[in-house]
């Protein structure tokens, strides 16, 4: 999590739980290789051919979890994506309904699932870390009265 420097703009960014997508990066990238390795020895094309979708799998992963960043400023939640093609979708709070999920693992690695509702669109972010810290900003940010909020 890291903190605006600017006195005035009240940001926190949140992203995914650098461990739980090393592990799933390191997987499939085992797995690639071993097959990889085993088509070598056994001098089968189809085994190499196969050795690329867990490959392209752990590039898929890096890319689309580690370009993802969540940010909380103000009564709006960010969710900026990507590294070549930058997304940011904006999201109000006090419009939309935010489903935490978080299992046993969850709790003692401190990750979690975050569901948004809006306007019949749901968006489903993984694997965010410092999970306990977003649900503490989001209960915050959803207590404050509407006549408070910035605009």
């Not at 580690?66 to 103000?74: E, I, K, N, P, Y």
């Not at 940011?88 to 489903?99: A, F, G, N, S, W």
């Not at 690695?109 to 503490?136: A, C, H, M, S």
Request: proline share 5%; with cysteine.
């Amino acid at each position: 999590m890291t903190t605006s420097m600017h006195p005035a703009i009240h940001e926190r960014l949140f992203r995914p739980h650098p461990y739980i997508v090393g592990v799933k990066i390191v997987v499939c990238l085992a797995l690639g290789v071993g097959m990889m390795l085993a088509g070598i020895v056994h001098a089968t094309g189809a085994a190499l051919l196969f050795a690329l979708a867990p490959l392209f799998l752990a590039a898929r992963i890096a890319y689309c979890e580690l370009a993802m960043t969540l940010v909380v400023r103000g009564d709006t939640l960010l969710l900026r994506q990507g590294w070549f093609f930058w997304r940011e979708e904006q999201i109000p709070l006090h419009r939309v309904d935010v489903l935490i999920t978080q299992s046993l693992l969850g709790r003692l690695f401190d990750y979690g699932r975050l569901t948004i509702t809006r306007d019949d669109d749901i968006l489903i972010v993984r694997n965010v870390g410092e999970f306990r810290q977003l649900k503490e900003e989001i209960a915050r940010l959803q207590r404050i009265p509407a006549f408070w909020r910035v605009p």
